[in-house]
């Protein structure tokens, strides 16, 4: 009975190996095949058909049966077959993962991380597939969304009204000298169309969501300016009292790895909630000066500088605690800054070029950047959109400013 019971246990372990080996082959087979209908080779490899009649010879599930039910089948030398093909067609990304099947020599782990990369390849070629697609369906909502407005504007023909307001109020404040350096952008000028937009989408970072009413053309992204707006504040802030403390500490601090990370963080935290009703803002900024202060002292004992006289300390904690002000200076000048950059940016996006940072934007530079790349998405996506809408509307707005000027 042992006997029989063991032969029994073997046929079925044997059945199991085999179906397995099936499987696995099935899906390797299918989805090689796939990768190479997604691949044009290029003209020093093998074209796709001399390609595939190796796979499928390589890969013939009858013969492979056959060899199995006789105990002729090298199971491993197909496993080296799955795994070359496979670092064929893989991604660049996926060379390592290739590299550690090649390590793996018992069989069953070996197809077990065989199947799990080629998940991860099926990924790869749904990415590549999207990414193929993404101009295409780009365009494609582009003159969907446009025709789905114009629409609407036939429907209701003061659908513009913010809008034109919006944009009025911009050639106003850009002819006026209002722009960063007081320079003045005649009607004349082959750049003011541009100049104009870039300052308009930059107006919307600076507006009052409680009185104004948003540009229709806009209103869908509206939560999203809001969003760029309050975190634009709050680095503001950041690099405001940053440059407070700086200035105050001078040479003492200067070039201490980890410090400006350390301030910078502490600020952060406490100024996370300052867009909120329950936010207080003399106690917030009092524990911000409390909490530098105290950073600062510390600082200064471990690399054997002079204490802040109380003097000194309690002047620090006056400029920090006053940066809270919209119009404090230093504020303002950073803010100011904050402007140019992105303006810098929506301007060198054609070129692909970063501009260069202004000072006192260091600390937050890297947030500044992320967030200049989503408005400089925002603003190319709004522009191919309803530029015809824009045309029309500054050409009627700079004909008539003509004419006032006549």
């Known amino acids: 009975m042992p006997k029989e019971s063991d032969e029994s246990s073997k046929e079925e372990q044997s059945k199991t190996d085999k179906d397995g080996i099936e499987n696995t082959m099935e899906t390797s087979e299918e989805m090689i095949r796939k990768r190479i209908r997604r691949n044009t080779p290029s003209p020093h490899r093998l074209t796709p058909h001399r390609l595939r009649g190796q796979i499928e010879e390589a890969l013939d599930l009858s013969l492979i049966q056959q060899e199995a039910e006789n105990g002729a089948l090298d199971i491993s030398k197909v496993a080296q077959f799955i795994i070359d093909m496979m670092g064929t067609f893989c991604a660049p990304c996926r060379d390592e993962d290739i590299k550690q099947l090649r390590e793996i020599t018992d069989i069953v782990p070996l197809f077990k991380s065989i199947f799990a990369v080629l998940d991860k390849m099926k990924i790869d070629m ?28 036939e429907k209701q023909p003061n659908a513009l009204d913010f809008t034109k307001k919006w944009l009025q109020d911009t050639v106003d404040y850009v002819t006026g000298g209002g722009t960063e350096g007081g320079a003045t952008c005649t009607p004349n000028s082959a750049q003011l169309p541009l100049t104009i937009h870039n300052h308009a989408y930059l107006r919307l970072l600076k507006w009052d969501h409680d009185t104004e009413s948003f540009p229709e053309t806009l209103l869908m992204d509206q939560g999203r300016f809001l969003e760029m707006q309050q975190e634009l504040e709050k680095l503001a802030l950041v690099a405001s009292v940053l440059l407070i403390v700086y200035n105050s500490a001078g040479e003492a601090i200067s070039g201490l790895p980890g410090l400006m990370e350390r301030l910078k963080k502490t600020i952060k935290i406490l100024l996370a909630e300052m867009h909120t009703s329950s936010f207080k803002a003399d106690e917030i900024f009092a524990t911000v ?89 925002l603003v190319t996506f709004n522009k191919l959109v309803y530029s015809p809408f824009y045309h029309k509307i500054l050409q009627d707005i700079l004909k008539q400013g003509e004419s006032l000027d006549v």
């Open 126 to 153: 749904a990415n590549f597939a999207v990414s193929s697609l993404r101009p295409h369906l780009f365009q494609q909502s582009v003159e969907y969304e446009r025709k789905k407005f114009q629409e609407f504007l």
């Open 289 to 377: 000066a409390e909490k530098l202060c105290g950073e600062l002292r510390g600082c200064l004992s471990q690399h054997g500088f002079s204490p802040f006289s109380s003097d000194r300390e309690n002047t620090l904690k006056g400029q920090i605690v006053a940066a809270k002000s919209a119009d404090n200076p230093i504020r303002k000048v950073i803010d100011s800054r904050i402007q140019t950059y992105l303006l810098g940016f929506l301007e060198s996006s054609a070129h692909r070029c970063a501009p260069a940072l202004p000072g006192g934007l260091t600390p937050i530079s890297k947030e500044l950047e992320e967030i200049s790349v989503k408005l400089e998405h």
